[in-house]
């Protein structure tokens, strides 16, 4: 074992989900040593504890799992369990650490950013509860970034990870385990495979794009193996450290062969798609997109129809600017409905309490108490459980949703890689006008009310400010701005706009023109378009 000397890195401060940055920055001497020592150092309990590891397979994965069990060795943890071939889904790297009692895991990646040497990468690191660490943990980390002044490794040979068994470094064990079978079982556990077994059988088509992420292994022993679909349902199911040079975000911008067959006259029954680290998903029927928003009220509409959640659901949790569909499935089903920042981990709490069972963002994650990350195959699973039971397409569902609940048209529209200063002006503009907003009319509509989005966790009591631009208005239309946390090159400013048509209401309208008035008030009030120089935001979903 050594200690090695550093000079701490000023820019480690924990996103929306973890340290994300090019790969370049995590190649720099010493980068990844700190941010990980500042992690041992901020949770004294890993020494003698056990810890999870894995990741998307994206470039840098293997490097990094290697450096991370040497720190950990030397940082005196018990046991690690690493994921065969070092990969292991976001999902399924929960799953594995509340399964095995393990007191935390890091999970590498970079989500839906682009591989390869020129692209992202990330680590995360969650907790006993298996989701990703509160804020206060995180902002312990980041402060012990700021001031490390050494690392602990051990010299060793590369672990073979290739291989399931056992090994060790120094004291610590070493188990490599299969990194799809426990997560499978889990979801067999959940939803009715014979159900959605003799819908395959009887014809049903699919077609899922696992976009060259970790979800191809799983794809293939949970869609072909155990529930019969054939092999030629899954497309891009082979990880690559690239992504096959493209960007495994599972929307119409990067999932284009997807989108074009679903949307073309041999379209299958379903469609799917999921990220890089397997946690978001996107739900296709024939011809038919389902926004997040739309997918997470109908889950929470219709879970009880999966053997998992047969008892039906304590609560429902949305992030702020999701969608409000799923209040309105909340309101009529009687249970509680809450409002959170953006970022799984602050679902953590109200799951761990019990006070919510299904919780879901726009930004194409839902999931579930079953484990405490965002699944992207547990919904698409739900999805098709749905339909087996209930025996309506993906269109008819979505259309008797609305027929009942209303629809909130919804769009998000993001200015990606801009100038940081001046997005943060944006930001400024708009919380200057704050107080003199409610009252004002734009284009026939009213403001209600305008605030930035602060949140009282429930449960704990801690606070999470400056969270957003909340703009309602009195038609019940708003909409909201933030700056992602996620990004990695300059700032990237996201616009929400929301509007609600009752069921008596035209239900099947264009959603761009029907929110196009909403998208020319907040420009005005926040002068998007002139500060940034911009036409059109980069990419609108
Ligand atoms: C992460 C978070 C999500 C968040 C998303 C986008 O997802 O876990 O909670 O909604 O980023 O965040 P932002 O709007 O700040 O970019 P993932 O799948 O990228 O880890």
Request: proline fraction near 4%.
């Amino acid at each position: 074992m050594r200690t090695v000397s550093t000079v701490p890195f000023t820019d480690q401060k924990p996103g929306t989900s973890g340290l994300r940055k090019q790969v370049k920055t995590f190649q720099k001497p010493g980068y990844l040593e700190n941010f990980v020592q500042s992690i041992f150092d901020s949770l004294p309990e890993l020494s003698g504890g056990t810890l999870v590891i894995g990741g998307d397979g994206r470039f840098f994965n293997d490097k990094a799992i290697q450096t991370i069990l040497s720190m950990a060795a030397a940082n005196g943890v018990k046991k690690a369990l690493v994921g065969q071939s070092g990969l292991l889904s976001t999902p399924a790297a929960s799953c594995v650490i509340r399964k095995y009692g393990a007191d935390g895991g890091f999970v590498l990646s970079a989500s839906h950013n682009p591989g390869g040497p020129n692209g992202d990468f990330g680590i995360k690191y969650n907790g006993k509860n298996g989701g990703p660490v509160v804020e206060s943990v995180t902002e312990k980390i980041f402060a012990r970034s700021k001031v490390i002044e050494s690392y602990k490794i051990t010299d060793n040979d590369d672990v073979n990870l290739e291989k399931a068994g056992l090994d060790r470094i120094d004291s610590m064990q070493i188990e490599i385990f299969n990194s799809v079978t426990d997560y499978a079982n889990m979801m067999e556990g959940l939803f009715d495979f014979d159900a959605i077994r003799r819908m395959f059988a009887s014809g049903f088509e699919i077609c899922f794009d696992a976009m060259h992420a970790i979800t191809g292994p799983y794809a293939k022993e949970i869609f072909v193996k155990r529930l019969g679909t054939s092999a030629g349902s899954l497309m891009n199911a082979v990880p690559l450290p690239d992504f096959g040079g493209g960007h495994p975000d599972p929307g119409p911008t990067y999932a284009k062969e997807l989108f074009a067959k679903m949307f073309s006259d041999k379209a299958p029954n379903f469609g799917a798609c999921s990220d890089g680290d397997g946690d978001r998903n996107i739900v296709l029927g024939k011809n038919t997109y389902v926004s997040p928003s739309d997918s997470l009220a109908i889950i929470t509409a219709n879970a009880h129809l999966a053997k998992g959640y047969k008892k039906g659901i304590a609560g429902v949790a949305r992030s702020m600017p999701t969608s409000r569909a799923a209040d309105r499935v909340a309101e009529k089903l009687g249970i509680e409905c809450f409002e959170t920042p953006t970022g799984w981990k602050f679902f953590g709490n109200l799951l761990d309490a019990g006070r919510i069972t299904i919780c879901g963002e726009e930004s194409a994650g839902a999931g579930s108490d079953h484990v405490r990350e965002k699944d992207g195959l547990w919904a698409i699973l739900m999805w098709l459980n749905i339909i087996a039971v209930s025996g309506k397409s993906v269109e008819d569902i979505l259309k008797d949703h609305w027929q009942e609940f209303g629809r909130n048209y919804y769009a998000r529209h993001d200015y990606e890689s801009v100038d940081k200063i001046k997005a943060e002006k944006i930001m400024r503009t708009v919380e200057q006008q704050l107080a003199e907003l409610p009252g004002k009319s734009f284009h026939g509509e009213t403001i209600l009310k305008a605030d930035s989005f602060a949140y009282t966790d429930p449960i704990d009591g801690s606070v999470s400010k400056n969270q957003g631009m909340r703009i309602d208005f009195e038609s019940g239309s708003r909409f909201v701005l933030r700056l992602s946390g996620t990004g990695t090159v300059g700032a990237t400013l996201r616009v929400y706009l929301e509007k609600y048509v009752p069921p008596t209401g035209d239900l099947a309208q264009d959603t761009h023109k029907t929110l196009a008035d909403l998208d020319l008030i907040a420009n005005e009030i926040a002068k998007i378009k002139s500060t940034l120089e911009r036409e059109s935001p980069s990419v609108i979903s």
